[in-house]
């Protein structure tokens, strides 16, 4: 897996919970994005759309696709 596309994930997380007034947290490949930060769904929502603009890609286009963590969401945007 790209390291680039764990670093991006992670740092838009960071860029939404700032957003929403969140403590930051530390974050690798494993994080949980809902468990293991502050973030709610609405904040994971914003997440996706940062992520698709920084992107240009949009791997939900044909439906949602599971994932929980920082770098199962990382290879979504890799593939």
Do not use: W
């Not at 530390?26 to 929502?45: H, K, W, Y």
């Amino acid at each position: 897996m790209s390291h680039n596309y764990v670093e991006l994930v992670k740092e838009t997380v960071l860029e939404a919970m700032e957003e929403n007034g969140l403590e930051g947290v530390v974050m690798d490949e494993t994080t949980n994005i809902l468990q293991d930060t502050p973030l709610d769904s609405l904040g994971l929502a914003v997440v996706l759309v940062k992520l698709e603009e920084k992107t240009n890609k949009d791997p939900f286009s044909e439906g949602f696709v599971t994932f929980n963590t920082i770098g199962e969401l990382a290879a979504l945007y890799e593939a």
